[in-house]
Structures are given as structure tokens and as C-alpha cells.
């Protein structure tokens, strides 16, 4: 049995068709990957904090109809004891080397460094994905995929192909040749011997 983790964006682009400038492209390739997991009955996790950002930026009348299909759709894994004992050992990794996570644009990184409240968070969601026991995790995100190294492997969103695009390379045209005109078929000769 396949167990997968999520990340916010997957969902985002998946669940809501949200994406920011530029990665609209994401939007297909997360909802074909999410077809696919439910294609292929693979168990999906979705850790609490993921969830809660999820959920930030969900319509107040529609958080309940969202927290529904996650509970039918997904497992919500929790940050439990042993997630925070694997959250120790990559904060520690994290905070023993300064540049493990190096200076990435975007809003979450201040000053050229990306602030603790940011890692923490997501020490978290890899953490939960380790006790998990997830055989990989779903991200385009470059910091759970820093943290992660090592640990657990962080898969790109698979690339989605237009059904013409299978069919680009035009197939060799063929050419009709007539060796000759059709030869009769000879009908059989009744016996009026009897």
C-alpha cells in the first residue's frame, strides 16, 4: 500500500484552482496527481499544520464543507508525541547548519534568512510525514524539501501531457500500391455424379 504526505500548495492548487502568478501550470499537474493517488487507492495524509494553512485561506461559509472532504478524502495526521521527537532531531539538524536552508526568494524569507516561526512550521510537516511513515511527500516547496533531504523523499508534481501532445511525432503516411487487378476466385465446380 502507497502512503503519500501533501503540502499546502499541492492542495491549494488542487482542491481551490489557487495559484500566484506564473505557476498556474501547477493547477493541472496537482489535480491530475491528486486523480492519480485516488486512481491508484494510495493512502494520502495531510498533516494538521498543512490543514490549518489550508484552511487560512478558505471562505469562512465554506471551511466546514472543506474540513468534510479532508476527513473523507484524507488522513489528517497529527502532531503527536512521536512526530515531535523526529521534529527535535530536524530542528536540531536544522539549527546545527546555518545554511541547510540558504537564501531562497519569496515571502518567507527576511533579511536573507528564513525566519524560525517559518521552519518550525515546517519541521513540523515534515516530521508528521517521518512518523507517518510516508513514502514520499508531495511539495514544491524548496524548504520541505531542504529539511527533508535525507529523511524522506520530496516528489515534484508529475508533469501532465495534453492528450494531442501523445500524438505529435506524425506517423510515417502510408501509400496504397496495386501489384495487379484482383484475381477471380474460382467458385466451386458441383459434381453431378450420383
Same mark, same amino acid.
Given at each position: 500500500m502507497s502512503l503519500y504526505c501533501l503540502d499546502n500548495m499541492v492542495l491549494g492548487w488542487g482542491l481551490k484552482s489557487v495559484a500566484s502568478p506564473g505557476q498556474e501550470g501547477m493547477i493541472d499537474r496537482a489535480r491530475f496527481l491528486l486523480d492519480e493517488l485516488a486512481r491508484k487507492a494510495a493512502t494520502v495524509i495531510v498533516p494538521a499544520p498543512v490543514l490549518t494553512e489550508f484552511l487560512h485561506n478558505v471562505a469562512v461559509n465554506e471551511k466546514s464543507a472543506f474540513l468534510a472532504m479532508f476527513e473523507k478524502r484524507f488522513i489528517v495526521a497529527p502532531f503527536d508525541a512521536l512526530a515531535a521527537a523526529q521534529a527535535d532531531k530536524l530542528w536540531l539538524k536544522v539549527k546545527a547548519d546555518p545554511h541547510l536552508c540558504p537564501k531562497y526568494p519569496g515571502p518567507c524569507v527576511v533579511n536573507g534568512r528564513?525566519? !524560525?516561526?517559518?521552519? !518550525?512550521?515546517?519541521?513540523?510537516?515534515?516530521?508528521?510525514?517521518?512518523?507517518? !511513515?510516508?513514502?514520499a511527500i508531495y511539495s514544491d516547496d524548496p524548504h520541505i524539501r531542504t529539511i527533508a533531504q535525507g529523511m524522506v523523499p520530496v516528489l515534484d508534481l508529475p508533469e501532465v501531457k495534453e492528450q494531442g501532445e501523445l500524438f505529435a511525432a506524425q506517423p510515417p503516411k502510408l501509400r496504397i500500391v496495386r501489384t495487379a487487378e484482383p484475381m477471380p476466385v474460382p467458385l466451386p465446380v458441383e459434381d453431378d455424379e450420383d
Open positions: 528564513i525566519p !524560525k516561526p517559518v521552519l !518550525k512550521y515546517d519541521v513540523q510537516i515534515v516530521a508528521i510525514a517521518m512518523a507517518q !511513515k510516508v513514502d
